[in-house]
């Protein structure tokens, strides 16, 4: 049986685990690695997989999946290149670094594949979009694809979007967590409690986004179908315009895409 092993048990290496255990797969089949030994503690507690140094799990895997921050990368990869099987598979799902920064950190031809997933996959509605290294085979980009499927959808998509990716919906889920906390706000100001405010903004997020999914319409037909001649929503969304929020989210995805394109370069450059 293959072995996958997870490198770095934070916010997101902890998502995929607990999403890979709940879709089904045998903790058996999975060893989890950090480097704080109170977080293998916890995880071995909570999720009842093996855990060990990152030695151990790159040793023991067909399947190498790296979720440390993207600056412990140049850290983490001495220590597994030496202790990898032959022909082990490395994912990554770190922002910003590229399939040839990992593959010149590796054995030569090591298989590389890189994803960029949010953290929706948390309630198995994550969204992943995967890209392979040059070593990286069909077979690869499947075994990848199966891994993010467990969580929720998984695109591929070739490397050069990866930065852009990154800035819509690897970080989306924070902006339209801003969005929302606004909206809250905004029904507090509005003398709402906000028991009551949050249970509005939060329902009417789900309520939109599954209507958007699952219409398939187009999101301006779906805004039309809300906006009555002369009556609130135009009012509310001529304010919207006045206030730029379009090129304010324009923006702000440029600097995500920015800064996801600079992350991963040696200190010296930046
Ligand atoms: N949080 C998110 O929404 C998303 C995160 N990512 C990517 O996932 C990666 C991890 O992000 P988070 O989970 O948010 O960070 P985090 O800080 O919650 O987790 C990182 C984990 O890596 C461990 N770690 C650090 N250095 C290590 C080393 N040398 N060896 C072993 N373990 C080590 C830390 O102890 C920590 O548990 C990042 O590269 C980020 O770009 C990608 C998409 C979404
Ligand atoms: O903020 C970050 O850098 C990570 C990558 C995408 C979401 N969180």
Redesign the pocket.
């Known amino acids: 049986m293959s072995t996958t092993a997870i490198?770095?048990?934070?916010?997101?290496?902890e998502t995929l685990l607990a999403g890979l255990l709940r879709a089904g797969w045998s903790a058996s089949d999975l060893i989890a690695?950090?480097?704080?030994e109170y977080?293998r503690a916890e995880v071995e507690a909570k999720h009842g997989v093996r855990t060990g140094t990152?030695v151990d799990a790159a040793g023991a895997a067909d399947t190498v999946v790296l979720?440390?921050?993207?600056q412990?990368i140049p850290?983490?990869l001495p220590?597994i290149r030496e202790a990898m099987r032959p022909g082990a598979l490395v994912v990554s799902?770190?922002?910003?670094?590229q399939t040839w920064q990992l593959e010149a950190g590796l054995p030569d031809g090591t298989p590389v594949v890189r994803v960029?997933?949010?953290?929706p996959a948390q309630v198995d509605e994550g969204m992943a979009a995967i890209s392979g290294g040059k070593n990286a085979t069909p077979e690869h980009l499947d075994r990848v694809t199966a891994i993010m499927s467990a969580v929720g959808k998984a695109v591929t998509v070739p490397e050069k979007y990866q930065d852009a990716v990154?800035a819509i919906s690897?970080?989306g889920?924070a902006y339209l967590f801003f969005v929302v906390e606004a909206m809250i706000d905004a029904g507090v100001m509005l003398g709402l409690p906000r028991d009551v405010s949050t249970l509005l903004v939060s329902q009417t997020m789900y309520g939109s986004a599954k209507l958007l999914v699952e219409s398939g319409e187009h999101p301006t037909v779906l805004r039309e179908r809300v906006t009555s001649p002369g009556g609130t929503t135009a009012a509310a969304l001529r304010e919207l315009e006045v206030h730029r929020v379009k090129a304010a989210f324009i923006s702000a995805m440029e600097a995500a895409r920015d800064r996801s394109a600079h992350?991963a370069r040696p200190a010296k450059e930046k």
């Open positions: 490198i770095g048990t934070g916010v997101m290496g690695a950090d480097r704080r977080r990152n979720v440390v921050k993207p412990d850290e983490v220590e799902l770190c922002a910003g670094v960029m997933p949010n953290t990154t690897g970080s889920p992350l």
